[in-house]
């Protein structure tokens, strides 16, 4: 057979993350001649064809193997600074996409009840009519904005253009209210810009690194991982702050096992020992700072012995790190996080971790955050996009005035459709993204749904939200198609190409294609240009100065080299209202927030009850590889992490099965627990993306437990919109 068994799959993956997950990688490219590895050439009976990865966000280039048609393997692009030649577990996996038995594989129409299995196969003719006509008859009922779009991932891009063009303003992505949404705000209010992704952090050079809840090793972001395990290698100190003792704790000097919640008391308590011992970086704060006298006087009551009373973190730990980490600026980074939506003051969190790296003087400074550059793509000239009649449903009247209008609010657009206030909306487009597993309250997301005139899905799988939809289009996976262009921020910009692989199995078809035949339908074909795709890209990749050629030959192609640290000349900027780092923000306070970060305490659980906590595996992303036959070899399911303590009470041993009941009474399907002394006895922890209910997708129908189910409650950042997730208890009941 021409693809990688299972068995061969296991052997090297099974030395890719044992116990030491974080420092561990798959071998490289064994040697591959580069410069002959073009689309259509052969080595032996192999084609190697370099494509980029879609299995997360992070976009590593990587080289497709192929074999009599068939994907045989997938490594690391050598030539790519994102993977440096070696991918993670789900990178390799991703060959288990193409032959996933579950893939969506040809469009389906609803015939019955919303959420019924009741469906007829349709050409993508009759489905895109389809769609189309209900389209129209919303937009000459209720105007195209009643019409959303949530997408994620690369191929939404394009689908984006076009429902812009035909007048769909309500656009979101679940990565601002429920994944980066805070930092990004957080870190704009304190130097005028977001940090984007990948987050510039310049882990190989760092002589300290501080993780607050990032748990490099089990969270796959493969540069940043590659690089821990570096500075690992060569003893720099790592120091982890987390209610468990995760992967990257086990590399740590210090672990502080803090008290869920409670972080933000922790970087106020590090803040102030920096300040009264003198250990910030003076020049640069009297350089680049604002409103540092009113900062100081804001943080002088908040002492490590303040803090030891709401983190649960002895005084002494708390000042020994503070003074380890410290000592080692600038060359040295406080992480700024991903998801960083846990407890609806997330932004404010945010804010301090970004006031404490500036502290630090690490901005712009080799060690500790470089300042990102990436190369231009010029747009394919395409009309301007109609103006909005009406402003966005999302967050009305501004409510949330450092919500992000590209990202905007997807619990923001599904209040307007439960409510049909600021006006109703009647159509969901929803292009890879699982709305029943992503947001917060499911019983919110059906009861939006009910009030829906078309819910249509794109996706590959058949996902949970695609059970309720009333038509399914399946879409190729990401080495059967071409994407946009993507150009990366780095130390160094790049720009990848995604191109064909292998052929789709059954009749799946690329976003660019899907996009354009709705445009078409629209009547907005010129929102999608293009004829042949491929000329597209070419186009925008000679615009942007380089050889189509090359990149489709290399897969990656560098821009220029520029100084991206202060030490080799990049000139620092701060794009907020006073031109400075702002300690203390003028801003926040006009508009009656908290001008420096404060902490508020969150509410206790129910007596008894755990705090229910989630996090990621290093072989799974979010809720879209469960059913993926070689990454569920490697996990097939989710556990429960509980304290000895609690497993005692609860008279559980390692192993035994048990329901988790939230604080509303809802359960999850029977979970097995992990009973560890790596997690405090006042939380409970699981991988989030298992318990699948829709039952296309055999391979992970009720596998696990879903921690979406159990996020009945959340609070939302009054900053920004961003929902929290770390807000649920939960109880485990017995007897499963
Ligand atoms: P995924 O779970 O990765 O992302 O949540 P989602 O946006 O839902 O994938 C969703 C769907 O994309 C899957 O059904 C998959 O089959 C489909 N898909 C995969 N590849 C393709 C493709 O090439 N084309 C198409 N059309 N579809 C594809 C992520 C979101 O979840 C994020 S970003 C974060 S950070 C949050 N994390 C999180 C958490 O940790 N805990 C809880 N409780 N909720 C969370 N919600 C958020
Ligand atoms: Fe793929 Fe892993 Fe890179 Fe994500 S981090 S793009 S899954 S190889």
């Given at each position: 057979?021409?693809?990688?068994?299972?068995?061969?799959?296991?052997?090297?993956?099974?030395?890719?993350?044992?116990?030491?997950?974080?420092?561990?990688?798959?071998?490289?490219?064994?040697?591959?001649?580069?410069?002959?590895?073009?689309?259509?050439?052969?080595?032996?009976?192999?084609?190697?064809?370099?494509?980029?990865?879609?299995?997360?966000?992070?976009?590593?280039?990587?080289?497709?193997?192929?074999?009599?048609?068939?994907?045989?393997?997938?490594?690391?692009?050598?030539?790519?600074?994102?993977?440096?030649?070696?991918?993670?577990?789900?990178?390799?996996?991703?060959?288990?996409?193409?032959?996933?038995?579950?893939?969506?594989?040809?469009?389906?129409?609803?015939?019955?009840?919303?959420?019924?299995?009741?469906?007829?196969?349709?050409?993508?003719?009759?489905?895109?009519?389809?769609?189309?006509?209900?389209?129209?008859?919303?937009?000459?009922?209720?105007?195209?904005?009643?019409?959303?779009?949530?997408?994620?991932?690369?191929?939404?891009?394009?689908?984006?253009?076009?429902?812009?063009?035909?007048?769909?303003?309500?656009?979101?992505?679940?990565?601002?209210?429920q994944c980066k949404g805070p930092r990004d705000v957080g870190w704009e209010?304190?130097?005028?810009?977001?940090?984007?992704?990948?987050?510039?952090?310049?882990?190989?050079?760092?002589?300290?690194?501080?993780?607050?809840?990032?748990?490099?090793?089990?969270?796959?972001?493969?540069?940043?991982?590659?690089?821990?395990?570096?500075?690992?290698?060569?003893?720099?100190?790592?120091?982890?702050?987390?209610?468990?003792?995760?992967?990257?704790?086990?590399?740590?000097?210090?672990?502080?096992?803090?008290?869920?919640?409670?972080?933000?008391?922790?970087?106020?308590?590090?803040?102030?020992?920096?300040?009264?011992?003198?250990?910030?970086?003076?020049?640069?704060?009297?350089?680049?700072?604002?409103?540092?006298?009113?900062?100081?006087?804001?943080?002088?009551?908040?002492?490590?012995?303040?803090?030891?009373?709401?983190?649960?973190?002895?005084?002494?730990?708390?000042?020994?790190?503070?003074?380890?980490?410290?000592?080692?600026?600038?060359?040295?980074?406080?992480?700024?996080?991903?998801?960083?939506?846990?407890?609806?003051?997330?932004?404010?969190?945010?804010?301090?971790?970004?006031?404490?790296?500036?502290?630090?003087?690490?901005?712009?400074?080799?060690?500790?955050?470089?300042?990102?550059?990436?190369?231009?793509?010029?747009?394919?000239?395409?009309?301007?996009?109609?103006?909005?009649?009406?402003?966005?449903?999302?967050?009305?009247?501004?409510?949330?005035?450092?919500?992000?209008?590209?990202?905007?609010?997807?619990?923001?657009?599904?209040?307007?459709?439960?409510?049909?206030?600021?006006?109703?909306?009647?159509?969901?487009?929803?292009?890879?993204?699982?709305?029943?597993?992503?947001?917060?309250?499911?019983?919110?997301?059906?009861?939006?749904?009910?009030?829906?005139?078309?819910?249509?899905?794109?996706?590959?799988?058949?996902?949970?939200?695609?059970?309720?939809?009333?038509?399914?289009?399946?879409?190729?996976?990401?080495?059967?198609?071409?994407?946009?262009?993507?150009?990366?921020?780095?130390?160094?910009?790049?720009?990848?190409?995604?191109?064909?692989?292998?052929?789709?199995p059954h009749d799946q078809k690329p976003g660019w294609w899907i996009a354009?035949?709705?445009?078409?339908?629209?009547?907005?074909?010129?929102?999608?240009?293009?004829?042949?795709?491929?000329?597209?890209?070419?186009?925008?990749?000679?615009?942007?100065?380089?050889?189509?050629?090359?990149?489709?030959?290399?897969?990656?192609?560098?821009?220029?080299?520029?100084?991206?640290?202060?030490e080799d000349g990049a000139k620092l900027e701060f794009t907020t209202e006073?031109?400075?780092?702002?300690?203390?923000?003028?801003?926040?306070?006009?508009?009656?927030?908290?001008?420096?970060?404060?902490?508020?305490?969150?509410?206790?659980?129910?007596?008894?009850?755990?705090?229910?906590?989630?996090?990621?595996?290093?072989?799974?992303?979010?809720?879209?590889?469960?059913?993926?036959?070689?990454?569920?070899?490697?996990?097939?399911?989710?556990?429960?992490?509980?304290?000895?303590?609690?497993?005692?009470?609860?008279?559980?041993?390692?192993?035994?099965?048990?329901?988790?009941?939230?604080?509303?009474?809802?359960?999850?399907?029977?979970?097995?627990?992990?009973?560890?002394?790596?997690?405090?006895?006042?939380?409970?922890?699981?991988?989030?993306?298992?318990?699948?209910?829709?039952?296309?997708?055999?391979?992970?129908?009720?596998?696990?437990?879903?921690?979406?189910?159990?996020?009945?409650?959340?609070?939302?950042?009054?900053?920004?919109?961003?929902?929290?997730?770390?807000?649920?208890?939960?109880?485990?009941?017995?007897?499963?």
């Amino acid at each position: 057979m021409g693809q990688l068994t299972r068995r061969q799959f296991l052997k090297i993956t099974a030395t890719t993350f044992g116990a030491a997950g974080a420092a561990q990688f798959l071998p490289g490219t064994g040697g591959l001649p580069l410069g002959v590895a073009a689309p259509a050439a052969t080595s032996g009976a192999t084609t190697v064809v370099p494509t980029f990865c879609e299995m997360c966000f992070w976009k590593c280039s990587g080289l497709a193997h192929v074999r009599d048609g068939r994907l045989w393997k997938f490594e690391g692009n050598p030539l790519d600074p994102q993977s440096r030649g070696r991918l993670c577990p789900r990178g390799t996996g991703s060959v288990g996409a193409v032959y996933d038995p579950d893939r969506l594989r040809q469009p389906l129409i609803r015939t019955g009840e919303r959420g019924k299995e009741q469906w007829k196969t349709a050409t993508w003719e009759e489905a895109l009519d389809h769609i189309a006509a209900k389209m129209k008859k919303i937009a000459a009922e209720h105007g195209p904005e009643s019409i959303a779009l949530f997408s994620h991932g690369t191929g939404g891009g394009l689908i984006r253009q076009a429902t812009r063009a035909f007048g769909c303003v309500n656009q979101t992505l679940p990565s601002f209210a429920q994944c980066k949404g805070p930092r990004d705000v957080g870190w704009e209010l304190t130097i005028g810009s977001g940090l984007g992704s990948p987050e510039p952090v310049d882990i190989v050079n760092t002589d300290c690194l501080v993780l607050i809840g990032s748990h490099l090793g089990e969270n796959m972001h493969n540069t940043q991982v590659q690089e821990f395990a570096e500075i690992v290698g060569r003893r720099a100190p790592v120091i982890v702050v987390d209610p468990r003792f995760s992967v990257a704790a086990s590399k740590a000097k210090y672990w502080l096992p803090i008290k869920p919640g409670t972080d933000t008391a922790l970087v106020l308590a590090w803040m102030n020992v920096l300040v009264t011992e003198n250990r910030y970086d003076r020049a640069f704060v009297e350089k680049y700072g604002h409103g540092f006298d009113k900062f100081v006087a804001a943080i002088k009551d908040n002492t490590p012995e303040w803090a030891a009373a709401e983190t649960g973190l002895d005084p002494a730990l708390i000042r020994a790190s503070a003074r380890e980490f410290s000592s080692h600026g600038p060359r040295v980074i406080v992480h700024p996080g991903r998801r960083t939506n846990w407890y609806g003051d997330d932004a404010q969190r945010s804010r301090a971790i970004a006031l404490l790296n500036m502290l630090l003087g690490n901005y712009g400074r080799r060690g500790g955050f470089y300042l990102a550059t990436n190369v231009a793509i010029p747009a394919y000239p395409k009309p301007k996009p109609p103006a909005i009649a009406r402003g966005r449903a999302d967050n009305p009247d501004k409510r949330y005035p450092f919500a992000d209008e590209v990202e905007g609010l997807t619990t923001g657009v599904r209040a307007a459709t439960i409510t049909g206030k600021p006006y109703p909306i009647k159509g969901w487009l929803v292009y890879g993204t699982d709305l029943m597993q992503n947001l917060p309250n499911i019983a919110e997301t059906r009861a939006a749904i009910d009030k829906l005139d078309l819910l249509v899905v794109i996706d590959t799988l058949p996902s949970d939200i695609a059970g309720y939809a009333d038509v399914v289009l399946p879409e190729s996976v990401f080495f059967e198609r071409h994407d946009d262009l993507f150009s990366g921020w780095g130390r160094q910009g790049w720009i990848t190409l995604r191109q064909p692989v292998v052929k789709p199995p059954h009749d799946q078809k690329p976003g660019w294609w899907i996009a354009k035949q709705l445009a078409d339908r629209l009547g907005v074909g010129e929102s999608a240009p293009w004829g042949n795709f491929e000329e597209y890209l070419a186009w925008r990749a000679e615009k942007a100065g380089l050889s189509f050629d090359e990149l489709k030959k290399n897969g990656v192609v560098m821009g220029p080299k520029t100084p991206v640290f202060v030490e080799d000349g990049a000139k620092l900027e701060f794009t907020t209202e006073s031109g400075k780092v702002e300690f203390y923000s003028d801003h926040l306070e006009k508009l009656g927030f908290d001008p420096v970060p404060k902490y508020t305490p969150q509410e206790a659980g129910p007596p008894g009850a755990l705090r229910l906590l989630t996090g990621r595996a290093p072989m799974h992303t979010f809720s879209r590889t469960q059913s993926n036959p070689f990454l569920a070899d490697l996990m097939p399911t989710n556990e429960a992490w509980v304290h000895p303590d609690v497993a005692k009470q609860a008279g559980l041993v390692n192993g035994a099965k048990v329901k988790l009941r939230n604080q509303d009474g809802v359960e999850t399907d029977p979970v097995r627990v992990k009973v560890t002394q790596r997690i405090r006895s006042d939380c409970v922890y699981m991988v989030y993306g298992f318990g699948h209910e829709n039952p296309m997708l055999k391979g992970a129908y009720h596998r696990g437990a879903s921690v979406a189910r159990l996020t009945t409650r959340y609070k939302v950042d009054p900053l920004m919109g961003g929902t929290s997730l770390n807000s649920n208890f939960v109880t485990l009941v017995k007897g499963a």
